[in-house]
């Protein structure tokens, strides 16, 4: 049973699409996450939304707007790509407790050409 | 600001070596902390945690000691397996700043037969 699972696994698409990328969890946590991982392999938070509500943006470009219809799904779209935004991005999950474990899912590589 | 150094890679060892990749921190409260690993082309798998000074987390053989008076949690690994080639990621999380992971750069660790 996939605890994390994000679709699609890869994209590859032109400047100035827009696209999406879905997570869902189905380990009942409360606090989903959205990192990007860039081609040095460095990760850092872009979003994260506790029971629906976003709790943390972190100084991220407006063209990426998350989006978490219910407590197991929490989207990524992302309007008029860039060369820089490929990277690979991984949703997790976990309950907002200190020091919880957070699980996550196999990740999405995106290239824009 | 809150962040995490680990030592530079890549680590190339042989197999039945002894493991050690460091990792320091600097955080303004009391981080939970973690290392996490990604075997390739995969997402990130949690290794082992620990959430208060002095504790030890274990796991696969791995382990590493939450050291508050040093700010480290260091990674050690008595005897490597080809198995262990991956990228290694030390981590801290905050829970007043929303449980966000904060990374280290990554060391990845080859090991040879």
Known sequence: ?113 | GNSVTQMEGPVTLSEEAFLTINCTYTATGYPSLFWYVQYPGEGLQLLLKATKADDKGSNKGFEATYRKETTSFHLEKGSVQVSDSAVYFCALSLYNQGGKLIFGQGTELSVKP
């Open chain 1, 1 to 113: 049973d996939t605890a994390v699972s994000q679709t699609p696994k890869y994209l590859v698409t032109q400047m100035g699409n827009d696209k999406s990328i879905k997570c869902e969890q189905n380990l009942g946590h409360d606090t989903m996450y959205w990192y990007k991982q860039d081609s040095k392999k460095f990760l850092k938070i872009m979003f994260s939304y506790n029971n629906k509500e976003l709790i943390i943006n972190e100084t991220v470009p407006n063209r990426f707007s998350p989006k978490s219809p219910d407590k197991a799904h929490l989207n990524l779209h992302i309007n008029s790509l860039e060369l820089g935004d490929s990277a690979v991005y991984f949703c997790a999950s976990s309950q907002p407790r200190r020091g919880e474990t957070q699980y996550f899912g196999p990740g999405t590589r995106l290239l824009v050409l």
